[in-house]
């Protein structure tokens, strides 16, 4: 048995680790870099590429807007240059008008009449008139009785009064008092000495913000047409009349003496815009066509939105991908550090199992023959004291083979439902006599009896182990603690000795306060016969028989150790429901009547202490040394023989074999197996030839006539039978 006590505390301080650990190989750690490294790689070049393509889709976008912007504020800087022309050439046409001048009507109502004649094929110009307060010259094109004579106080009177090389004037919009639209005009100085008055021609504001309305450039555009101060005399945006000309002005710094711009800029609204500027053509207007960029940029937003989705799906996907294929990779390894483990666990079982049968034929030999000597041995002498240390020794080689057969055949044991607090107190009873006397085990378990499914003998044996295991680290002085408690799994993990599923389990923690064990120490204690104690004080198979019971189980166990800290061996044990069954009562062992048994073995030693233990039980033993022999025996006189105890191996024939001739000459012979090594093979085999009853060696008289008893018990009930 191993015991951390007695282990070197050296080894770096990684605590609990798994045996899948220890198999890992050397460069799985860099595959899994490796691996790591390209995935982040790969999905980097994804990120960045669909990062490349948003942006330049973004430049692209705005691109593009820039270039219908600028295409439609050149078409309507045209459109705007032809009005303007239209409407400047009919106020030429009325300066001709003017009744002072030479061959001018002098009829106003005449004047009239070819004003609107002149202004018919313009529609835009709303009013055409000629304005002169000091001829008292008020000639218009208007047909309504309201329409105002005075005009003095209009902006673009004073203005031709104040210049007299204005020129073509083109006012600021407003309010007309006589329609109340919006409107504003354009104007001219009318020919002659000194100042003889002014032609004007009214402008529908919302003939022109009509046909811009139809231009359609999506939510959060504007299309203006500013005065060359920036006020603006159109705006297809609001329908009031807008005299501010701040805005406006900034912009025309941005255009400077440039005849077109692509721009951008933050509206009143703080809004930030892309635009262009573009100037009419021969007379003092820009045009202004822009959007707004979150306007421009709400398709690529939901383009980029659904790039940067699509990367994150396929990204992590890919991570997904990745994790799953460690996690894989991680089982593969745990599966094939078990797959070794299991199958140096079998080799080295095989080998154990083979020289432990070949032992108990011995050892069956020395413990019969001293129990017998030991019967007819007188109390107190020197004799008997002799013979009760070889039975004493024979007894612990009993044991020691006992254990090498339970490594070397795992899964043997019945499986019911049993109390866990009652193994623990036995547990702790039974190591009680045997502790050092500064050395104390203490149990701890809810009042609740936790039920788990086992073999009591099997489970008896894991936690005694471990106490001893425990008792060797701490030394002459310490505390043991062995703690039950009823816990749940909630996911899946792997352990030190298998794997733990979600599920109700009982916890057992079995803690000592030794020196602790080193990462590298928990990873070789489970190795059969590896033990660090000197030769003659440990097998090196305690933790290894602990190992296979909780894999036979479905359980699983953690270590946790560090060194100077002590170790935690944790099993869990899956609860079951069901009622444990009531341990019988021990009976006296039943005596025969003169029945004759045939006794079979191919060790001559174990044939002859048969037949004296069968004696001595009120049988009449008739032995026969290997199955050739015991079948000759047997063909003389079938029956005459009541039943026959057969070794399961035989190097000339196999017990099996040799039971299914006895019973093809004989149907209804009891039978019964001895075996030092048996397993499940072994009891199928025996099932096959209708043997029921399998014995391990070496035998105890007890075991021997409590079987036999019930083997002839069971035929006599047979024949008494209808």
């Known amino acids: 048995m191993v015991s951390p006590g007695n282990l070197p505390a050296s080894g770096n301080r990684r605590g609990s680790k798994s045996l899948v650990a220890a198999g890992a190989a050397p460069g799985r750690p860099a595959l899994r870099l490796r691996l790591i490294l390209v995935v982040v790689a790969v999905c980097a070049a994804v990120w960045l590429s669909a990062l490349y393509d948003i942006l330049r889709e973004r430049n692209a976008t705005l691109a593009a807007a820039g270039r219908q912007y600028d295409n439609v504020a050149g078409a309507l800087a045209e459109q705007a240059a032809r009005a303007l022309q239209a409407t400047d050439l009919i106020l030429k046409q009325a300066e001709t008008l003017d009744p002072d001048r030479p061959g001018a009507p002098a009829d106003r109502a005449a004047l009239a009449e070819l004003l609107r004649r002149y202004m018919s094929g313009v529609p835009q110009v709303r009013n055409l008139f000629l304005f002169d307060p000091a001829r008292e010259l008020h000639v218009s094109s208007a047909t309504s009785p309201k329409w105002n004579t005075d005009l003095s106080d209009r902006s673009y009177y004073r203005a031709q009064l104040e210049d007299p090389s204005l020129g073509l004037f083109v006012s600021e919009p407003f309010v007309s008092r006589v329609t109340g639209d919006p409107t504003f005009v354009l104007s001219r100085r009318l020919p002659g000495t000194g100042f003889q008055g002014i032609a004007g021609a009214a402008v529908d504001v919302a003939y022109i913000r009509r046909f811009y309305h139809a231009i359609d450039l999506g939510e959060g555009s504007v299309v203006e047409l500013l005065r060359q101060d ?69 398709e690529w937003r939901e383009n980029a939105w659904t790039n940067v989705m699509r990367t994150f799906v396929i990204t992590a996907l890919a991570t997904l991908l990745l994790v799953a294929f460690l996690r894989q990779l991680r089982r593969h390894e745990e599966v094939t550090t078990q797959l070794h483990q299991s199958q140096k666990l079998e080799a080295l079982g095989t080998l154990a199992g083979g020289i432990a049968h070949d032992f108990n034929n011995v050892l069956g030999a020395i413990l019969g023959y001293g129990e017998l000597a030991i019967e007819h041995t007188a109390p ?7 013979l009760d240390n070889i039975v004493l020794a024979a007894n612990r080689a009993r044991d020691l083979v006992a254990r090498i057969l339970a490594f070397s055949r795992p899964g043997v044991g019945a499986s019911a439902p049993l109390v866990l607090q009652r193994v623990l107190d036995d547990v702790r009873n039974l190591s009680a006599a045997s502790l050092p006397t500064g050395v104390t085990v203490t149990v701890r378990a809810p009042q609740a009896p936790l039920i788990v499914a086992g073999d009591m003998g099997q489970l008896h044996q894991m936690f005694a182990n471990l106490v001893t295991n425990a008792v060797q680290a701490v030394g002459e002085s310490g505390h043991i603690t062995l703690v039950a408690s009823a816990v749940a799994v909630e996911t899946e993990r792997a352990c030190t000795v298998g794997r733990l599923a979600a599920g109700n389990y009982a916890r057992v923690d079995v ?45 699983a166990l953690e270590v946790d150790s560090h060194p100077g800290s002590g170790t935690t061996f944790s099993v869990f044990l899956p609860l079951v429901s069901g009622t444990p069954a009531a341990e019988p009562p021990p009976a006296d062992a039943p005596v025969g009547h003169g029945e004759t048994i045939l006794v079979v073995d191919d060790e001559e030693s174990l044939v002859h202490l048969a037949e004296e233990v069968l004696a001595g039980l009120g049988y009449e033993p008739v032995g026969c040394v290997g199955a050739a022999a015991g079948l000759r025996v047997f063909r003389s006189d079938p029956r005459r023989f009541d039943a026959v105890i057969s070794d399961a191996i035989m190097p000339d024939m196999q017990g099996t074999e040799l039971l299914g001739e006895l ?49 002839l018990a069971a035929r006599t009930s047979a024949v008494a039978a209808p």
Do not use: C
């Open 230 to 298: 920036g006020i603006p005399l159109v705006s297809r945006g609001h329908d009031d009349v807008a005299t501010d000309a701040a805005p406006g002005a900034a912009l025309l710094r941005k255009l400077g003496g440039r005849e077109a711009a692509h721009i951008e800029y933050d509206d009143a609204s703080g809004t930030r815009m892309q635009g262009s500027l573009r100037r009419v053509d021969g007379y003092p207007a820009i045009v202004v066509v822009g959007r707004s960029q979150s306007a421009i940029l709400r």
């Open 380 to 386: 107190g002498t020197s004799q008997r004291r002799y």
């Open 663 to 711: 019973r093809r000459l004989r149907p209804d012979l009891p039978a019964l197996l001895v075996s030092g090594y048996g397993g499940p093979d072994l009891q199928a085999q025996a099932a096959a030839v209708g043997v029921t009853t399998i014995l391990a060696k070496p035998l105890r008289a007890a075991e021997l006539a409590a079987a036999l008893h019930r083997l």
């Open 511 to 555: 803690a000592d306060t030794g020196v602790g064990m080193s990462a590298t120490q928990v990873e070789r204690i489970f190795d059969p016969f590896f033990t660090t104690k000197p030769v003659g004080e440990g097998t090196g198979l305690g933790l290894s028989l602990v190992h296979g019971i909780v894999l036979d189980h479905g359980a």
